[in-house]
């Protein structure tokens, strides 16, 4: 019987259930503080990661856009470089202009 009574003298206390709802309306605004914090720190990360997407396709678009002037410009090159070959000039200048190559006579050597 002793045994029992050592074993039973060890029970808790019965708790104040006033006091344990008062303690969790106390604990109510900083739960609301967390909430609120958790939720502006999620709505950051999903806004930054919609901006990186943004960035990575604007990023790809001007380097789309830099290709295809890098190649225009080789183009452009290409065709100067044909344009300005002297056959060319000659055939123009005899043909459309109606010019020849000066005679002997024509030129005149100035030292």
């Known amino acids: 019987m002793e045994h029992t009574k050592a074993t039973f003298s060890k029970v808790a206390a019965p708790v104040n259930t006033a006091a344990a709802i008062d303690t969790r309306w106390n604990s109510f605004p900083y739960l609301v503080a967390v909430m609120v914090m958790v939720t502006l720190v999620s709505v950051f990360h999903v806004w930054s990661r919609v901006k990186v997407i943004d960035l990575n396709l604007e990023i790809s678009a001007t380097n789309r856009l830099f290709q295809e002037m ?41 030292k």
């Open 70 to 110: 890098q190649q225009e410009n080789k183009r452009l090159k290409v065709e100067i470089a044909s344009l300005k070959t002297p056959a060319r000039i000659e055939a123009l200048a005899k043909g459309d202009l109606g010019m020849a190559m000066p005679t002997d006579q024509q030129v005149i050597v100035i």
